[in-house]
């Protein structure tokens, strides 16, 4: 299994940017239209979804990162500052 980190962004329902940080594991080397189309279920009210980056991590990397983000706020989408 290898595991990936996607830097996504998006026009908001306010028509300000926003960016999205999602892990994903996959068998093979990622499908950036796979994670698109999965954001696109996951948060409806955004539009124009698109991947900035793909970066490979460790399985301890993508761990400690899920883990840390479930334990905050850090989920979704967050506007550009």
């Known amino acids: 299994m290898k595991y990936f980190m996607f830097k996504l962004a998006a026009k908001g ?8 940080t999602m892990f994903h594991q996959h ?6 239209q796979y994670v698109v189309d999965n954001a696109c279920r996951q948060y409806p009210i955004f539009t124009e979804i698109r991947v900035l980056s793909v ?4 399985l301890e ?7 840390q ?9 967050h ?3």
Do not use: A, H, K, N
């Open 13 to 20: 329902p306010d028509g300000r940017q926003y960016t999205c």
């Open 27 to 32: 068998e093979s080397e990622p499908d950036p």
């Open 55 to 58: 970066q490979p991590v460790s």
């Open 61 to 67: 990397e993508y761990s400690f990162r899920v883990r």
């Open 69 to 77: 983000m479930s334990d905050s706020d850090e989920w979704g989408f």
């Open 79 to 81: 506007p550009l500052v």
